[in-house]
């Protein structure tokens, strides 16, 4: 039988971007108004919120807040400059229920392509459309598995050119690949997109990944095993940067989720639990140069 459950990672992700917006707004690391609509109602959604604001949540994952919510806030940040750069396309893979596709100023200029599991879009779509009628004409749905779907062939069909300056924005995702599943969308995007392309994905260092017996490795075998979704997908420190050379990209930028503190984390936020030494955000820029 075909799942036809969202992901649970997305909805917990929704679900602290949701109480998120329950502080002033000056107070916020990110805003996203559509991600209570995402969020399961009644009972589940309260006690989730409860687990979040009472400070549970930290005490079973110290930092996962402040890595979730700093995580959006730069790759938002690293879109918008990619906006300001007049980039054409936007494809947001394993979307789960991101939500920049509706609620950055500006991407509607832009062509903007979702790929993620079918059931879970379609209980985004179900969710999303009660609160937006219609869904913007400019953002693509694509339902697609990319373990046994080409992602060349979801695409070109969807209408996506080969020829634009895109962005990938892989958020959430990489830590559930297999190496071969890694390789095969870099690759993709190497080879076929527009000069001066990018991509943008958090990660984990594989010093963390690997060590199931304390700490924070021993939360993410907890949490992938609560989730139906493993964490099997990491780097070694500081081998991010010559794994993305090899594969066609430049000016690597690889962002520790520490070194957010200073950008995002201060003020009310600078009590905030980091995760120091356990994940980062990597991004590059694709480099060829067509003629």
């Known amino acids: 039988m075909a799942n036809t459950k969202a992901s649970r990672s997305a909805e917990g992700v929704a679900g602290v971007r949701a109480a998120e917006m329950l502080k002033p707004e000056t107070d916020r690391i990110v805003s996203d108004p559509f991600a209570q609509a995402l969020v399961p109602r009644g009972l589940t959604f309260s006690l989730s919120l409860w687990i979040i604001k009472s400070g549970l949540y930290e005490r079973l994952a110290p930092g996962a807040i402040a890595f979730i919510v700093g995580r959006e806030r730069y790759i938002d940040d690293f879109l918008k400059a ?83 300056k895109t962005l990938f924005v892989w958020q959430g995702v990489i830590y559930f690949l297999k190496p071969e599943g890694v390789d095969r969308t870099l690759a993709f995007i190497a080879d076929h997109s527009g000069p001066g392309s990018a991509v943008i994905f958090d990660y984990i260092y594989n010093e963390t990944l690997l060590d199931k017996t304390q700490g924070y490795g021993k939360a993410l075998a907890r949490a992938g095993k609560m989730s139906g979704e493993p964490y099997v997908f990491g780097f070694d420190h500081g081998q991010v940067g010559p794994y993305l050379t090899q594969r066609g990209f430049i000016d690597v930028i690889d962002m520790p989720l520490e070194d957010l503190k200073p950008k995002y984390f201060t003020g009310p936020n600078a009590a905030r639990t980091m995760l120091t030494g356990h994940v980062a955000i990597a991004s590059a820029r694709v480099r060829k140069v067509r003629s």
């Open 82 to 164: 990619c906006l300001d750069e007049g980039f054409d396309q936007i494809v947001i893979l394993g979307a789960g229920f991101d939500t920049r596709a509706i609620r950055i100023p500006g991407i509607e200029k832009t062509r903007v392509f979702e790929i993620d599991q079918p059931a879970t879009q379609a209980v985004k779509l179900e969710r999303l459309e009660k609160v937006i009628d219609p869904l913007p004409a400019y953002i693509t749905y694509i339902p697609a598995d990319l373990n046994s779907q080409p992602l060349d062939e979801v695409l070109r069909s969807a209408g996506y050119k080969e020829q634009g």
